[in-house]
Nanobody, 126 residues
Framework: QVQLVESGGGLVQPGGSLRLSCAVS????????IAWFRQAPGKEREGISCSSSGDQRTNYADSVKGRFTISRDNAKATIYLQMNSLKPEDTAVYYC???????????????????WGQGTPVTVSS
């Protein structure tokens, strides 16, 4: 059974940084596409970053490009999202997602991912 558990969310001031972690079990990250999504109050879930299997090419939504970085540690079975220069509009519940894929380019679509975490809230406010 695949399980993803996020951590690292919280309250941060505008301009600050946070690093989210997602511990993965039941799935090898060596052969997986991974992603981070977020959902702000009253809005639809948004794909913000993903990493392909194989060459681990990354893809970012325009809203976070240059500020957020997705990474993975296969040995630790953990996915990360480093968030810098945070803005109030980054306030949302953040979800990690993954799916088995030997060699597949990732997309920022929730349909691509079969395993999801429970979400961790991030609030950016002074």
């Amino acid at each position: 059974q695949v399980q993803l558990v996020e951590s690292g969310g919280g309250l941060v001031q505008p301009g600050g940084s946070l690093r989210l972690s997602c511990a993965v079990s039941g799935l090898s990250l060596d052969f997986s596409i991974i992603a981070w999504f977020r959902q702000a109050p009253g809005k639809e879930r948004e794909g913000i970053s993903c990493s392909s299997s194989g060459d681990q090419r990354t893809n970012y939504a325009d809203s976070v490009k240059g500020r957020f970085t997705i990474s993975r540690d296969n040995a630790k079975a953990t996915i990360y999202l480093q968030m810098n220069s945070l803005k109030p509009e980054d306030t949302a519940v953040y979800y990690c997602a993954a799916d088995r894929a030997f060699s597949r380019i990732c997309l920022l679509s929730s349909k691509e991912y079969g395993a999801w975490g429970q979400g961790t809230p991030v609030t950016v406010s002074s």
